[in-house]
């Protein structure tokens, strides 16, 4: 799918992605010098990602100071989990979170986010654009898209011109991936 041009900026499109994948997406880097310029990850199948569409069942919420208040969650799929957040930056979305309670299915689009800590570990997260509820069939349907759009990205691995940081740098491997997906996929209904 081609980004979005609005006007001066344009949006990059959401890539679905499992959380096992997305846990080890280390190494970021920006197209251009331009402050509002969008930070990229190389996901461990081979692509650059800025933003991401997930859906999973909220487990946990938590509001964070009073003065910039935050929300922080956690979204599990059926690879791992997903940490978010939402705060005055994102004042729709953390309404959104605010009003959703675990444990329940949601849907949600964000940018990707990576800290590191002073002993040098990347910790990977998502700001959320929107976050809404969803139904088991949404989770379900997301589960078999992700899978096989995975599992493309992993068959053209061969290709991407960040082939060398994945097999060099990157702790999870292609295989770690492909059993995941199948596992995934083996968590739905008949």
Not at 9 to 37: C, V, Y
Not at 49 to 74: F, Q, S
Not at 148 to 172: K, M
Request: charged share 25%.
């Amino acid at each position: 799918m081609p980004a979005k041009n609005y006007g001066s900026f344009t949006r990059e499109p959401a890539k679905r992605i499992f959380a096992q994948e997305l846990s080890g997406a280390i190494h970021s880097f920006k197209e251009s010098n331009d402050d509002k310029a969008p930070t990229f990850h190389v996901l461990p199948s081979g692509e650059k990602c800025n933003r991401v569409l997930i859906i999973g069942t909220l487990t946990h919420k938590e509001k964070k100071g009073d003065n910039h208040p935050m929300y922080v969650a956690r979204i599990a799929d059926p690879t791992g989990t997903f940490y978010v957040n939402a705060g005055s930056y994102q004042p729709e979305a953390m309404m959104q979170l605010a009003k959703l309670e675990p444990v329940t299915f949601v849907c949600a689009i964000g940018k990707i986010n990576s800290y590191e800590t002073p002993d040098k570990k990347i910790l990977i997260s998502i700001r959320i654009e929107t976050i809404v509820p969803a139904s088991e069939e949404l989770k379900n349907k997301w589960v078999l898209d992700t899978a096989e759009q995975t599992l493309h990205r992993l068959n053209n691995l061969q290709n991407s011109p960040y082939l060398q940081t994945i097999e060099t740098d990157y702790w999870i491997k292609p295989d770690t991936i492909r059993s995941a997906v199948k596992n995934a996929v083996a968590t739905l209904p008949l």
